[in-house]
């Protein structure tokens, strides 16, 4: 018998259940009567984590990723996404700063895809030969990344923002990393990480969790020996570690990159959740459509499509980054210093924040319509510990003086970094 849990969160009618299984993996399932089922298999690894020693010596970097390419190769020599395909199934995995994940959809035979993902996932195979086959394959992707003026710019904000926090590495390594691997040091990282209690399964779809439990029964290993090592993550300072950053690539359009550094906040899971959601609102309010710093962007013709941003708060990292393609990035840099000022002055206007809140809360409901986007929703909430906290309810409690008393925490010059990537100069702008 499973000792199911139920959380219920009567503000967007949704009902969560949990179990712990006996090797410690945790498991979250959402039921929900759609065409297909999606299950995700997270673990606690992501590329932040290189950094610590395992038998005392650091990982290479990119170990998490070069993991996750060799994770679905069976000693069998049968190839995972075959089987997969035999029970009409997609499979996919990814590799993030803070986690790997690895995942599959299906319609029907749900149990039995499980049994497959689990199956690779808990029979690693690295020798010598395959880990140098793999090596080619990754560092021609590092090659693809470095070759997008997109990533490039990604990349060159993180590093400005940040000294010491590893974020700002790429999640692939480098050729010099990569070619470091060894099947040694991949068993090192995978004994090390992939243990159930450092993972967590979140379903949403149809399936019988009874088959469910009785598959990881038959599965996955007893329990590990030994409690988790703790992650201690390098003090970053406060401030930005560079507050401007230009880089140039083979463009036509200049590109831009706004990024704001977020302290560290130690607190409750409920707390940590409420101060994301106020950064949420505060995200909305100063970098989306409706923001009336990027409707002077467009009325003033200096960003020809739509800009985007994104926000991330993990345990090691957190900031807001804002990009976009603009024919003059002074006046951009210019126009956004000048609404940093106003918001600090006057804070945020109570219309606009109301309509972000709304427009947050919608997306929120619109995730429970996705199996994907709902499972990959509790999956994150599990590893980051915040899991089951009712976030439609505490979205709706944050406050308009909450946002903006969080505006003048982090909009201050020195977590502000701004960077340029700008066309290759001209051989007559070389001569001036």
């Not at 997008?148 to 700002?168: H, T």
């Not at 309509?355 to 709902?374: G, I, M, P, W």
């Given at each position: 018998?499973?000792?199911?849990?139920?959380?219920?969160?009567?503000?967007?009618?949704?009902?969560?259940f949990?179990f712990?299984?006996?090797?410690?993996?945790?498991?979250?399932?959402?039921?929900k009567?759609?065409?297909?089922?999606?299950?995700?298999?997270?673990v606690?690894?992501?590329?932040?984590?290189?950094?610590?020693?395992?038998?005392g010596?650091?990982?290479?970097?990119?170990i998490?990723?070069?993991?996750?390419?060799?994770?679905?190769?069976?000693?069998?020599?049968?190839?995972?996404f075959?089987?997969?395909?035999?029970?009409?199934?997609n499979?996919?995995?990814?590799?993030s700063?803070?986690?790997?994940?690895?995942?599959?959809?299906?319609?029907?035979?749900?149990?039995?895809g499980?049994?497959v993902?689990?199956?690779?996932?808990?029979?690693?195979?690295?020798?010598?030969?395959?880990?140098?086959?793999?090596?080619g394959i990754?560092i021609?992707?590092?090659?693809?990344?470095?070759?997008?003026p997109?990533?490039?710019?990604?990349?060159?904000?993180?590093?400005?923002l940040?000294?010491?926090?590893?974020?700002?590495?790429?999640?692939c390594?480098?050729?010099?990393?990569?070619?470091?691997m060894?099947?040694?040091?991949?068993?090192?990282?995978?004994?090390?990480y992939?243990?159930?209690?450092?993972?967590?399964?979140?379903?949403?779809?149809?399936?019988?969790?009874?088959?469910?439990?009785?598959?990881?029964?038959?599965l996955?290993?007893?329990p590990?020996k030994?409690?988790?090592?703790?992650?201690?993550?390098?003090?970053?300072?406060a401030h930005?570690?560079?507050?401007?950053v230009?880089?140039?690539r083979?463009?036509?359009?200049?590109?831009?990159?706004?990024?704001?550094?977020v302290?560290?906040?130690?607190?409750?899971?409920e707390?940590?959740?409420?101060?994301?959601?106020?950064?949420?609102?505060?995200?909305?309010?100063?970098?989306?459509?409706?923001?009336?710093?990027?409707?002077?962007?467009?009325?003033e013709?200096?960003?020809?499509?739509?800009?985007?941003?994104?926000?991330?708060?993990?345990?090691?990292?957190?900031?807001l980054?804002?990009?976009?393609?603009?024919?003059?990035?002074?006046?951009?840099?210019?126009?956004?210093?000048?609404?940093?000022k106003?918001?600090?002055?006057?804070?945020?206007?109570?219309?606009?924040?109301?309509?972000?809140?709304?427009?947050l809360?919608?997306?929120?409901?619109?995730?429970?319509n996705?199996?994907e986007?709902?499972?990959?929703?509790?999956?994150?909430?599990a590893?980051?510990?915040?899991?089951?906290?009712?976030?439609?309810?505490?979205?709706?409690?944050?406050?308009?003086?909450q946002?903006?008393?969080?505006?003048?925490?982090?909009?201050?010059?020195?977590?502000?970094?701004k960077?340029?990537?700008?066309?290759?100069?001209?051989?007559?702008?070389?001569?001036?």
């Amino acid at each position: 018998m499973i000792d199911l849990q139920k959380k219920t969160f009567p503000a967007i009618d949704e009902e969560l259940f949990t179990f712990t299984h006996k090797s410690g993996l945790r498991v979250y399932y959402v039921n929900k009567d759609f065409r297909n089922t999606y299950a995700v298999l997270g673990v606690n690894f992501g590329s932040v984590d290189e950094q610590f020693e395992v038998k005392g010596a650091p990982l290479p970097c990119g170990i998490a990723h070069f993991l996750e390419h060799k994770m679905f190769e069976n000693p069998d020599g049968e190839d995972t996404f075959l089987k997969f395909s035999r029970l009409s199934a997609n499979a996919n995995a990814y590799t993030s700063h803070e986690r790997t994940c690895y995942l599959f959809s299906a319609s029907e035979q749900v149990e039995e895809g499980l049994g497959v993902l689990l199956e690779s996932v808990f029979t690693p195979y690295f020798t010598e030969e395959n880990v140098n086959k793999e090596k080619g394959i990754v560092i021609e992707e590092i090659n693809m990344y470095m070759d997008d003026p997109g990533d490039a710019l990604y990349r060159a904000l993180l590093r400005g923002l940040y000294e010491q926090c590893p974020v700002k590495d790429n999640i692939c390594g480098t050729a010099g990393s990569v070619k470091k691997m060894s099947a040694e040091r991949l068993y090192d990282a995978y004994e090390r990480y992939y243990r159930p209690d450092n993972m967590v399964l979140s379903i949403c779809g149809k399936c019988d969790l009874e088959a469910v439990n009785a598959t990881l029964d038959r599965l996955l290993p007893s329990p590990p020996k030994g409690a988790l090592q703790e992650k201690v993550y390098p003090k970053e300072p406060a401030h930005c570690h560079r507050r401007s950053v230009r880089i140039y690539r083979d463009v036509s359009t200049p590109m831009v990159g706004i990024g704001v550094k977020v302290p560290h906040f130690e607190g409750e899971a409920e707390e940590r959740i409420r101060r994301f959601a106020a950064m949420c609102v505060l995200s909305q309010a100063l970098f989306s459509p409706a923001a009336s710093f990027v409707g002077a962007l467009k009325e003033e013709n200096v960003v020809p499509d739509e800009p985007s941003f994104e926000l991330s708060d993990r345990a090691g990292f957190a900031h807001l980054l804002f990009f976009a393609d603009s024919y003059e990035p002074r006046r951009l840099f210019a126009l956004f210093d000048r609404k940093v000022k106003e918001i600090l002055e006057r804070g945020f206007e109570e219309e606009l924040f109301l309509r972000c809140k709304r427009v947050l809360y919608a997306e929120h409901l619109e995730d429970f319509n996705s199996t994907e986007e709902c499972a990959t929703l509790y999956l994150g909430d599990a590893l980051e510990g915040c899991a089951g906290i009712d976030y439609a309810r505490i979205l709706s409690e944050v406050t308009l003086e909450q946002v903006n008393e969080l505006a003048k925490e982090l909009l201050k010059k020195e977590r502000i970094c701004k960077c340029r990537l700008l066309p290759y100069p001209s051989k007559k702008e070389n001569e001036q």
